[in-house]
């Protein structure tokens, strides 16, 4: 007669056990990346008006436009 054991459970779901861990291990690293690359974005420090004092140096906006826009952004 064949003995079967402790073999029934463990081989049929363990390969889903391995799954939902490295689901877990893949979201945590995402989690981690997304925290590192948004602190980033936060720390440039680069405010609006500094954006828009780039743009009217650059000539891409008239000096009526820089004028209204910065009247909108500061509330003057």
Do not use: C, H, P
Not at 16 to 24: C, G, S
Not at 31 to 58: C, F, P, W
């Amino acid at each position: 007669m064949m003995q079967w054991s402790n073999y029934g459970w463990g081989i049929g779901f363990g390969w889903l056990f391995m799954i939902i861990f490295l689901i877990l291990i893949i979201l945590g690293i995402v989690y981690l990346v997304k925290l590192i690359v948004g602190r980033e974005k936060r720390t440039t420090g680069e405010t609006a008006l500094d954006i828009l004092k780039k743009r009217y140096a650059k000539g891409e906006i008239s000096k009526e436009e820089f004028e209204e826009k910065k009247k909108d952004l500061t509330g003057d």
